[in-house]
């Protein structure tokens, strides 16, 4: 027996609108067409919307997972002309307006593709077999119960060149994950291993920030850069510029230039790459691995399908010639303008035009960089700034208290207890001599 | 460097004392002999203490996983004769007090065991493979990404049978463990269920609890018993006395009468057993899979080596002949005894004496049942006094506002939202037919 809401969805008549991914784009897309006469289905392979930019909080264990996720069921469930379906989309068949699933195919009248990015490893096998990646919350839970294990680990080490690469920490990109990890490992130096691991030196945990140009956060002003790099600079991290990773085999990471260093954990936060659907080759832009689409967000050489978010590569906005930043913000205005346009007739739709309302970035407390139209703060008020703006955009009112008790707990008792380790007991085989300097 | 502490801590010439185990008795132990002439050494497989009592609300998704969580180096970090070590002890040589892990031999001069127990599938090993379980969070989580996506893949299944199958929740074992997962079930059956599958008839998800003998909460009073078995069944869960299972292949569960029940998911919560460590063979009982100790807590046919909590079966106390229940007030008791004969002489040490304080488990909102001494209560009352002495008694203050606060939430809103499915996408593989009804 089906309920009478589900009864009710099944009668609607309206146009049907499949909306694949419930990233910032996509959700933004379902909560502005909740209501308005179209019959909507989000598909994802996840059942939660997850809040990427807080995932490197849960990574350094200051946030827990389920504060920064919601599940689509819940945002959905008071939406009458919207539902969720949790599966994994394989391809698209635009000449019959059909969707291929895991579960089957779905009929469409209206596709809009908001699969986001992924990380780009640039085709470099080896280190995508071997570094961490921060694109979900299991790479999230998986780094956070890497480094307590290496932690751990180190103990056991009575070499000083294994412990050394046991606590070295290489985050390669210098972009806003990159540069928060790093001021997020930083902290979890200064606080967590320093008073709870009293037979380590935390000055042996050494963590290396890789990039390959020559300043931080190449999206901000050059201010905000240098500023980052001050801050993480008086944390203890090292910055290397224009060094470019070749390989890395688990142990050892290998740069161009022909030097490396030893290390048992890298992470990639050097680039993303769109999740682009087989089966709309016409429209994908194989160097920038994202869909073209026109000034209206309408994928190339489609009539009704509309790619938004990363995945996405609008270059007629005129400010933005080589398109968008794959950032929320640019997702979220995608997603408000596609979902106003579907509401008129096709003559009277605006083309998109991005408005930067600025960038931000936290590197530790008190400790924040922010750019707004040529205006630019660093600094306590920043950082103050970040967490408001990160607050309020979070989906639920739980998950907003749940965040804000965290960071008032973490930042006022420095402890960090949110160090759960779910993954099987010490992965990594580096532990080489057993010794037994406690109780002996 | 070592830091100063660890030097010190090093330097200490006190007894040295290894704790096998963070649990209720183990992390009693360690509390109490802080800052006590004693060089203790705390070890665990896991880096964190978990309360099992409510670890059903995490499979349940009334409780994130680390508000039930507190990482062990954070509860030594303040107590300087206290250190702690994530490792696996594999056996304890009690002729050379050498306990042996994976990560070498530590000497000791007193030993206690308090390594807790495990899941009883008294040998079967089909069910073993086959059914959930619920002592560690790792299990616990396992079982929330479970049911969800048992609801998720019973909306692709047109067929009844499998459907009903998907939906077919059969939890194994009357005691609090059962009582308390399947009351938690109901409610999401009434709530996430009915509201946010619309698709999916909520009376098709059946909630059986299967108990061998003819009443739930056999340690409880009949009119708590009885009580518990009102409170299920107004919330509509099938309880069914004197059975007993045999097998389960995963399909299908069957029982001892050659009855049988079609089912995808079984949670095993029909009994325990002590986790007992090779080389103690003369103080360990095969039956009780327990070392047997002492009235002072000392395992049988060693000087120094001690047993508490579940592991150990205690026969001298004239009130419970067969041995004390394996709860955690009465792993604590015997803790706080075996802390306080440690410091007197051998002659004047006492024996130990359980308190039994009574029980309590709560079924449903405003539906618990709780016995004192001869006296019952049930209802609200009892369900507010289980919420304000489990609260009190987790572990760090942090941990305490995260459960109150989650409680409200879910209880005020009833929207249990921390539903994430972190686990491999649809890992059971009996989605038989792909069917679009959603937007076809």
């Known amino acids: 027996m089906k309920s009478q809401a589900k009864i009710e969805y099944d009668r609607l008549t309206y146009p049907t609108v499949i909306v694949i991914g419930g990233g910032f784009a996509g959700l933004e897309v379902v909560q502005r067409l909740a209501g308005k006469p179209f019959k909507v289905l989000l598909l994802d392979r ?3 919307h997850c809040f990427q930019p807080l995932l490197y909080q849960v990574a350094t264990a200051s946030l827990s997972a389920d504060s920064i996720a919601h599940p689509f069921r819940r945002t959905v469930a008071p939406m009458p002309n919207v539902a969720f379906r949790m599966t994994n989309v394989v391809g698209v068949r635009p000449a019959d307006n059909v969707v291929v699933t895991d579960h089957g195919e779905l009929h469409y009248d209206i596709l809009i593709i908001a699969t986001g990015s992924t990380t780009n490893f640039f085709g470099n096998k080896q280190v995508e077999d071997q570094a961490m990646q921060l694109k979900s919350i299991s790479q999230a839970l998986d780094i956070r119960s890497d480094f307590l294990q290496d932690f751990e680990a180190a103990l056991y080490l009575s070499d000083e060149a294994h412990q050394r690469r046991q606590l070295n920490f ?15 490992m930083a902290e979890i130096r200064m606080t967590v291993l320093k008073n709870e691991y009293l037979e380590l030196d935390s000055s042996q945990m050494m963590i290396h920030l890789i990039d390959s140009g020559d300043r931080l956060l190449k ?17 203890g991290v090292k910055v290397n510029f224009g060094a470019r990773v070749t390989g890395y085999d688990g142990d050892r990471v290998t740069f161009l230039d022909g030097s490396h260093m030893d290390t048992n954990t890298v992470i990639w936060a050097a680039g993303v790459r769109g999740v682009c659907l087989p089966g709309l080759e016409q429209g994908f832009h194989p160097q920038a691995n994202r869909f073209n689409v026109d000034a209206f967000s ?14 996405a590569l609008m270059t007629a906005d005129p400010a933005w010639p080589k398109g968008h930043p794959q950032v929320a913000p640019a997702a979220m205005q995608q ?14 739709r605006t083309p998109f035009g991005y408005v930067d309302k600025g960038s931000m970035a936290t590197i530790g407390r008190y400790k924040a960089v922010l750019d707004v139209r040529g205006f630019h703060m660093g600094g306590a008020i920043a950082w103050f700034g970040w967490i408001f703006v990160h607050v309020m955009s979070l989906v639920s009112f739980r998950n907003r208290v749940m965040v804000l008790f965290n960071w008032a707990w973490k930042y006022m008792s420095w402890k960090n207890t949110i160090r759960l380790i779910i993954r099987p007991y010490l992965r990594k085989t580096t532990v080489v001599e057993p010794h037994s300097t406690v109780a002996s």
């Not at 290489?170 to 997020?184: D, F, N, Q, S, Y």
């Not at 408000?336 to 579907?342: D, G, H, P, S, T």
């Open 219 to 235: 999206a901000f002003s050059e201010k905000s850069s240098a500023k980052a790099l001050r801050y993480l600079e008086e944390m």
């Open 335 to 348: 997603a408000q303008y596609l979902v106003k346009n579907l509401q008129r007739a096709e003559k009277e």
């Open 298 to 311: 309408k994928v190339q050489g489609t009539a009704n399908v509309y790619a938004i978010g990363d995945v």
């Open 170 to 184: 290489v985050i390669v990109g210098g972009g806003p994950t990159g540069v928060e990890l790093a001021g997020a």
């Open 46 to 48: 996840q059942n939660h």
